[in-house]
């Protein structure tokens, strides 16, 4: 906004580094203060706030686990009641999947996929803004329920009529529903900013066949979202609705259908379940090219191996459902393609392998936690395999079985890499190293203390042990494997503790890390860590899908962006040859106002049909707000 | 099992003979289905097991190659052609060994839809917390109700005809067959046959509710000869009160709030909300498989069924300790 000697016209092509640096920290930095602190559209600010607040939800999440596992340590016991116990796997479940899981891989790519990809901003960074303030929302929402003794206790997938009018006392059940609406939201924003992001701001050169997998995986993930929420979206909808106003979706005495919430939560739940896993996969790709010195094996296998999932996700949700009586010949179908998925998984695996075979492993703690990785998703993978299958599914479906399984190819499968991510990020991020040898602790608590505690559930839901009990009786032969369950999670906690604290320690005293501590090839790297407020002073332009490594003197750039307004290249999508030059929206306070607006409209929606009506007033003031042209360079262009 | 010895799978045989144990496990197979899962199981998870060694092996292999020349940026273009190779061969067994599974479960599902003629139908309705259990019989005089606790001939077709009541329930008998959903309006079927005499537990598998954790049953598996005695007893109304004592039971029953819930065949006593108790001092069992029956356990779990099974829809009757001791008599005198 100041006139710092400037002209708002002047090109990047006309500036010394030092005078262009100052330029562009003017045009787009978040300056301090609590209000422009609230209306900061800059995407490493969010992302950072996104994985913080993540990373608060798992530890959130990792208590209740705790608890759970304190009460299942011994038979009938009475530390905490049905009631409570109920709430506490509900909101578990509730909680690391959609506050978790799902957020934080997009929090991830909200931070990264701008830099990976060499632009100044994400796309529609005021949405993204909006994206988070709900996000936030919705979790402060289950949060605060759960505080109050309202937490729903209808299980993660809230199966009707359980969850219905009829039985789902209370508002528990509205709750968690509208606790999916604010989820939806965030993770619909941030999917339409990704794939705009993706398709339209890569830097000059970077084609199709350039783009690092992590970005390919987030691209594939957000189309996943994009066509997976509408069904949860029916779903939670017509579930309020039966709820609120006495429609009769899913009551089978006026006509309604309680296998149809199953259909269109599973047409959703199980594309979810890839929504977490792809992000991992491709940070697993991205990660290992920089700790085996060498390109990833396969790489056009790798992504058509991420569409492929991808697709296929959409061909399986029927596996959750095998014993709720649909014709056998329709099940043996949803058998196959449910086999089928393990084929691009099986790709993926392979490619890593020959990296790790033909590469010089370094064995840092990103690696190391990529070996664990591999060891413990192949056993989720093949689990996975014995679930598709019919009549074993009618056996371990429900069980203890299922949990071990589950865990094993989301904890096994997308929080290890992620883990690894924060190790091989978090100094790009803050700028400062995590500790090696305590690196190496981390990993070895959790990767011990997982196995002991989740392996020995296959053994318990064969024995006959089915999940969602919150307790069991003396004389079933359960007790012993429990107890042990419960002790060996004491060593997977510990290992958690460590990586807060090293976390957190890092963050504030850790070594300087310098731009690229690892040597790492991709484009975030070329910069400072942690990044300026415009990621790149000047636009690198590409000519390889491993740039630093390809030009290690020096990046090749491209020039003519405005300093005095915020602007990024856009180019074509497949080529990436830059199109035009595109304003980037300034920092705004509306999109949190908004957020308010539709949190106060959709709160109260879950007590009164008419605060649709009423509530939608002041989120359409917010939104006019918000668009409002304010006659800004960035408006005119 | 042969698997059991084998010396290079000792997680496995680990693995397979804690799953020896208990009354309530899938390893511990004694039905038809059971059985032919049970071998299914088996196959798969050896199969699996053997993959994720090879898996395994070729991981430490990598590792240990122990490279230390960095040959990035010249890739050798015959060396990925031969990696390339391995990919795909490693892809094309994957893919043989998911359509052998994948052929192997079409094939035991084929086995275990195709068990042959039913010799008796079971109808069970699944409520919140327990088991409505009906034997259906072509002359309706020879229908009767039970609760929790269902008796089948060994070696013979029983058909269960499942729906849930209320909410969703899952029927389990992991001894003898996988599970299959009890879904409020949508009837569904489950053949079994227990091939050995013996008693097993079955459990609710899919969440219904505050005491999903206790909602469990017994299928006892008798001889023909033990299955119709006991078949003919149960189609008896129930019996007179042996002594003063249980009589005074039976009056005070009659006139609490007990017979408004509850049926006991041969009494006025004819409510259909709670378990049919007309026999219910000859179950082992009582609400839901939570106590062995005996006059104490029934007088514990009708002076307080709210705090031995907090939310279930029992509702804690007040009586003086002389009501509670007869009714008590009363119950354990039903067998």
Known sequence: MTDNAVNPETCDDELEDSSLKAALTETWKTPSGFWNALSTVDHKIIGKRYIFTAFVFLALGGVLAALIRIQLAAPEARLLSADRYNQIFTMHGANMMFLFAVPVMEAMAVYLVPLMVGTRNIAFPRLNAFSYWIYLAGGLLLWIAFALDMGPDVGWFAYVPLSGPQYGAGKRADIWAQMITFTELSALAVSVELVVTIFKQRAPGMSLDRIPLFVWAMLVTSFLVIMAMPAIMVASTSLILDRLVGTHFFNPAEGGDVLLWQHLFWFFGHPEVYIIFLPAAGMVSTMLATFTRRPVFGYLALVMALIATGILAFGLWVHHMFVTGLPRLGESFFTASSMAIAIPAGIQIFCWLATLWDGKPIFKTPLLFIIGFIITFVIGGLTGVMVASVPFDTQVHDTYFVVAHFHYVLVGGAVFPLLGAIYYWLPKITGRTMSERLGRWVFGLIFIGFNLTFFPMHILGLEGMPRRVYTYQPDLAWHGLNLFVSLSSTILIAGFLLFFFDAIRSARRGLPAGPNPWDAPTLEWATTSPPPSYNFSRIPVVNGAYPLWEQPEVLSVAAGLRVGRRELVVTSMAAAEPEAREASPRNSIWPLWTALTTTVMLISSIFSPWAVVWGSIPVVVSLIGWFWPKGTPEDES | ?335
């Open chain 2, 1 to 335: 099992v042969k698997a059991c010895y084998n010396r290079a799978l000792p997680l496995l045989a680990f693995f397979l003979l804690t799953g020896c144990a208990g009354w309530q496990s899938a390893l511990d197979a004694h039905g038809a289905s059971a059985i032919s899962i049970k071998q299914l199981i088996i196959l798969i998870v050896l199969a699996c097991s053997v993959v994720w060694m090879l898996v395994m092996m070729a991981l430490i292999a990598a590792l240990r190659r122990g490279r230390t020349e960095q040959h990035w940026p010249k890739l050798d273009s015959r060396h990925e052609r031969g990696m390339s190779g391995i990919v795909i061969a490693a892809t094309v067994v994957t893919t043989v060994v998911i359509g052998g599974f994948t052929v192997a479960s079409f094939f035991t599902t084929r086995a275990l839809s195709a068990a042959g003629p039913d010799d008796l139908t079971i109808r069970v309705g699944g409520s919140q917390w327990w088991w409505n259990v009906e034997y259906v019989d072509p002359q309706p005089e020879r229908s009767f109700r039970t609760a929790n606790e269902i008796h089948i001939p060994v070696g013979r077709n029983v058909r269960f005809q499942l729906e849930g009541d209320d909410v969703i329930h899952s029927f389990w008998v992991p001894s003898l067959a996988g599970k299959q959903d009890l879904i409020p309006g949508r009837p569904n079927e489950l053949s079994i046959r227990a091939e050995h005499e013996g008693v097993y537990r079955g459990q609710c598998a899919e969440f219904c509710g505050l005491q999903h954790a206790h909602m469990a049953f017994l299928v006892i598996a008798d001889s023909q000869d033990a299955f119709n005695s006991w078949a003919d007893a149960q189609r008896q109304s129930a019996v007179a009160a042996s002594d003063a004592e249980a009589a005074a039971g039976h009056d005070a029953f009659l006139a609490k709030a007990c017979a408004s819930c509850h049926t006991i065949r041969g009494t006025s006593a004819s409510g259909t909300t709670g378990p049919d108790l007309t026999h219910v001092g000859s179950r082992k069992y009582i609400a839901a498989g939570l106590f062995e029956t005996s006059r104490g356990s029934l007088a514990a779990w009708i002076a307080d069924p709210q705090t031995l099974k907090p939310g279930n829809n029992m509702p804690m009757v007040p009586l003086t300790a002389d009501e509670l001791r007869s009714i008590s008599a009363y119950m354990a005198n039903l067998k």
